[in-house]
C-alpha cells in the first residue's frame, strides 16, 4: 500500500475535558453507523490536545500547546506499537500555538507560532523524543508543512501583517533550509495549507481579505504560480493530501464541509457532502482516509471514507469533537482535546 505524506491543520482554542480510546474499525461499502468507538481517561488533563501526526511505518504522536504564558504550557503522548499511549516530554511553549505537523518514515516536523517567530520541533521516531529546531527558518510562524519524502519537506512562512509569505525546501528534517522564495500572490493573504508530492509541484490553499479561496500550483518549487478555479460556494480549502495529480482535501462552505477530490492536480474537482462540520481529514492512501468533526448539534463525529463510500462510526463516551486526524500505512488516529482514537483505513 503506498502512503502519502500526513498533515494536519486545526484550530487550537477548542478546550474540553474529553476521554481517551482505543479501537479497530473495519471498512465498508455503505454509508451508514457501522462501528462503535468507546473513550477512555486521556493522560494528561491539564493541556488539550489538538494536533496529531503519524509516520509512515506507524509511529503516532498527540500534542497540544495551551496558548497561554502559565505551566504546563505544552503536553505530548506517543503511540506504542502494541496500541497503548504513553508520555512524551515535550519542550516548554508559554504563549505559543501548534498549527501544523508533517510525517516520513521516522520523523516528523511540528510546527507552529511562538513570541519569538517561527516555532519548529523534531519528532524522533525511534526514541519517541521530540526537540526543539535550532535551524528554525525566521519569520512570525509556520503557516503550513508538507513532507513527500524521507526527511524532505516544504514549509510556507508567514513574515507579518501587509506582508507577502514565503516558501522554502528541507532535505535532512529541518537541520538546514533552502533560500526563501517569496509568494507574491500571498500578499494579504492568510495560508491555510501546503500540499507538495515533491521539491518541485505544491498546491498551495489560502484565504483572501474578501474571505474568498486562493488555490495556487507551482511546478518549478515556487518560482512561478498559477491559480486554480474552485466553486464560488468554497470558502477554504484544508487537509490537503496529494500523490502525483490526485488530492482530497476538505472544503469549507456557508453551511456545512465537503470531501473533494482531483485525479488533474486541482483543475477540476469531485465532492462528497458531508452532513457534519469536519475538522480534518487524513489519508494512507488516495482513496482511503479518515475525517473528523463535529455534527450540527455539537456532538463529536467521526467517518471512514474507502472507494468513495462514507462509513460513519458510532462514538460512545466521547463527548468532544474530533479535532484532528492523521494516518500510517495500517493505523489512522483520531483525537479529541483529549481523546485518541486508533483504527484501520
Known amino acids: 500500500m503506498s502512503l502519502l505524506p500526513v498533515r494536519h491543520r486545526v484550530p487550537w482554542t477548542m478546550l474540553a475535558a474529553t476521554w481517551m480510546a482505543a479501537v479497530l474499525l473495519a471498512g465498508c461499502n455503505a454509508s451508514v453507523v457501522t462501528t462503535n468507538v468507546t473513550g477512555v481517561p486521556s493522560l494528561g488533563l491539564s493541556v488539550p ?27 505530548g503522548e506517543y503511540r506504542q506499537a502494541n496500541g497503548t499511549w504513553s508520555s512524551l516530554v515535550v519542550p516548554s511553549a508559554p504563549s505559543s500555538v501548534i498549527t501544523t505537523a508533517s510525517c516520513w518514515s521516522t520523523g516528523c516536523l511540528v510546527g507552529g507560532v511562538q513570541p519569538s517567530g517561527a516555532m519548529l520541533w523534531n519528532y524522533n521516531a525511534s526514541s519517541q523524543s521530540i526537540d526543539t529546531v535550532a535551524s528554525a527558518p525566521t519569520g512570525q510562524g509556520v503557516r503550513a508543512l508538507s513532507c513527500f519524502g524521507e526527511a524532505s519537506c516544504a514549509a510556507i512562512i508567514d513574515t507579518g501583517v501587509d506582508a507577502e509569505s514565503f516558501l522554502t525546501f528541507s532535505a535532512d528534517g529541518g537541520g538546514s533550509w533552502t533560500s526563501r522564495v517569496p509568494l507574491a500572490w500571498s500578499l494579504d493573504e492568510t495560508v491555510t495549507d501546503l500540499a507538495c508530492t515533491d521539491p518541485l509541484d505544491c498546491m498551495v490553499s ?55 477530490r482531483t485525479g488533474t492536480f486541482g483543475r477540476g474537482w469531485r465532492t462528497t457532502t458531508l452532513h457534519a462540520r469536519a475538522n480534518a481529514l487524513a489519508c494512507s492512501t488516495i482513496r482511503r482516509c479518515v475525517v473528523g468533526g463535529q455534527r450540527t448539534d455539537g456532538s463529536p463525529w467521526l467517518a471512514t471514507f474507502n472507494d468513495g463510500a462514507l462509513d460513519v462510526a458510532s462514538l460512545t463516551y466521547v463527548p468532544s469533537p474530533i479535532v484532528d486526524v492523521a494516518c500510517a500505512t495500517k493505523v489512522c488516529v483520531a483525537i479529541g482535546v483529549s481523546t485518541v482514537l486508533a483504527m484501520r483505513p
Open 49 to 75: 490536545l489538538h494536533t496529531v501526526a503519524c509516520t509512515t511505518t506507524g509511529s503516532c504522536v498527540a500534542l497540544g500547546t495551551t496558548g497561554s504564558d502559565l505551566a504546563p504550557s505544552s503536553v
Open 206 to 260: 489560502a484565504v483572501t481579505p474578501a474571505n474568498t479561496l486562493d488555490l495556487e500550483v507551482t511546478h518549478d518549487a515556487g518560482a512561478t504560480w498559477r491559480v486554480r478555479p474552485t466553486p464560488s460556494s468554497w470558502t477554504s480549502l484544508t487537509s490537503l493530501t496529494c500523490r502525483a495529480l490526485d488530492c482530497v482535501g476538505l472544503a469549507a462552505t456557508s453551511g456545512t464541509s465537503t470531501l473533494v
